[in-house]
């Protein structure tokens, strides 16, 4: 089946400890979308990539690190710069301006 | 910037009852997508307005688009047990931006 993954579910972070969070989408999609989602709250941009090897900011991009060396995957690296890390992280896949699909998400928390 | 608001932020409903929820966007947008997130998991496409005033239903929920393309309304009719969750509109203007959601609780 076509659909995004993301991995792992859940996610452990030390102080000073960077994390990268994976996201691949086998559905062709040029464009690939990192929310993150605190409780009660909607979907803020993080950073977004239309196209293979370059990529944006979104609206809360500091903190984070994003890469797109191919199609398929765009990764997130949460750094230890991110200061209250604690959030639910969701990938997203999409054409143009058509619907996105989203992945299952990855809960990240701080030890 | 783009910002989409949405109201309310939560809505409990008695089973059977009818309810709406509202997206308003400080800019004009080309469209506007509707999306459902249940506790727990991500969130799934309902669907997708374009057109000026545009009207779509599935089955007891009924999208609407504001004449100017700045306003969104879901209306669920007879809303049932399987309608809990968190429904979230995002309007795409330059880029997609989402309201904070409205979450929905149902009384049996």
């Known amino acids: 089946d076509g659909g995004i993954t993301q991995s792992p579910k859940y996610l452990f972070r030390k102080e000073g400890q960077n994390v990268t969070l994976s996201c691949e989408q086998n559905?062709?999609?040029?464009?690939m979308y990192w929310y993150r989602q605190d409780p009660g709250q909607g979907l803020r941009l993080i950073y977004y990539s239309q196209i293979v090897n370059d990529f944006q900011k979104g609206d809360i991009a500091e903190g984070y690190s994003v890469s797109r060396e191919k199609k398929e995957s765009f990764p997130l690296t949460v750094t230890s710069a991110q200061k209250n890390p604690t959030a639910f992280y969701l990938c997203?896949?999409?054409?143009?301006?058509?619907?996105?699909?989203f992945g299952d998400g990855t809960r990240l928390s701080i030890l | 910037g783009q910002q989409v608001m949405q109201i309310p932020q939560y809505q409990h409903v008695q089973e059977g009852e009818d309810f709406t929820t509202y997206c308003n966007s400080s800019?004009?947008?080309?469209?506007i997508q509707w999306y459902k997130q249940r506790p727990g998991g991500h969130p799934v496409f309902l669907i997708q307005l374009v057109k000026s005033g545009e009207v779509k239903k599935q089955k007891r929920l009924t999208f609407q688009f504001g004449e100017a393309k700045k306003n969104s309304s879901l209306h669920i009719t007879a809303t049932q047990t399987t309608d809990v969750g968190t429904y979230f509109c995002a309007g795409d203007d330059y880029k997609l931006s989402f309201g904070a959601g409205t979450t929905v609780t149902v009384r049996a």
């Open positions: 559905l062709n999609h040029d464009a």
């Open positions: 800019t004009t947008l080309s469209n």
């Open positions: 997203a896949s999409g054409v143009g301006n058509q619907p996105q699909h």
